[in-house]
């Protein structure tokens, strides 16, 4: 089955600094990458998607690159403020006939102000 | 944040009892989940539901039971199988495959 593995587990950064998480898949197959925010005592919330069809796509400060070839995606975020502090998931799957979404570790991002 | 809804917030289990978890989504939705969450693990996919009926074990239904009666409802039960039940659950549901997921605020089961 599907394997991602999710790195750094922890990350701190100072405010207005950039912050990156990488993730690396097992399944060529996969074609589905997703990136969930988890706020303290709060639920998972998809932030940003990416499908093999494209190498990148930005919302506002986020962006996610996928190097189909290396089995690796990132998330990055410019201009980190206090409130992107939270636990970032990635995930994988592939678009045959099963739901099976494997997550990461995840990634505990604190930003200083 | 309506919309998928997980109770009771907090459960305690005994030694050998069942336990049911609720999900309740008022989305629409044909698909739905149940993951389980520990610190430093992720979510890790216990079954799922592509629709009403029909139920799929995922990595680590061990120990787990669900039932798709309604397309609404997707309830879990932990039974006294699962030697290891504390931990953090999470009900989600999702429009289809490959889509986003709507998760609930999760259920924190302890054992007495």
């Known amino acids: 089955g599907e394997n991602v593995e999710q790195h750094p587990s922890t990350l701190s950064v100072q405010e207005g600094d950039s912050a990156v998480i990488k993730c690396t898949y097992s399944d060529s197959a996969s074609n589905y990458f997703p990136w969930y925010k988890q706020e303290l005592g709060k639920r998972p919330q998809l932030i940003i998607d990416i499908r093999s069809n494209v190498g990148e796509k930005k919302d506002q400060r986020i962006a996610v690159t996928l190097n189909k070839t290396a089995k690796h995606f990132s998330l990055h975020i410019t201009e980190t403020q206090p409130e992107d502090s939270a636990v970032y998931f990635c995930a994988a799957s592939r678009s045959s006939s099963n739901y099976k979404l494997t997550f990461g570790k995840g990634t505990l991002l604190t930003v200083n102000p | 944040d309506g919309g998928i809804t997980q109770s009771p917030k907090y459960l305690f289990r005994k030694e050998g009892q069942n336990v049911t978890l609720s999900c309740e989504q008022n989305l629409n939705h044909d698909a739905m989940y149940w993951y389980r969450q520990d610190p430093g693990q992720g979510l890790r996919l216990i079954y799922y539901s592509q629709i009403v009926n029909d139920f799929q074990k995922g990595d680590i239904a061990e120990g787990y039971s669900v039932s798709r009666e309604k397309k609404e409802s997707f309830p879990l039960t932990v039974t006294s199988a699962q030697k290891n039940p504390t931990a953090f659950y999470l009900c989600?549901?999702?429009?289809?495959?490959?889509?986003?997921?709507?998760f609930g605020s999760g259920t924190q089961l302890s054992v007495l």
């Open positions: 989600a549901s999702s429009i289809s495959r490959n889509e986003k997921l709507f």
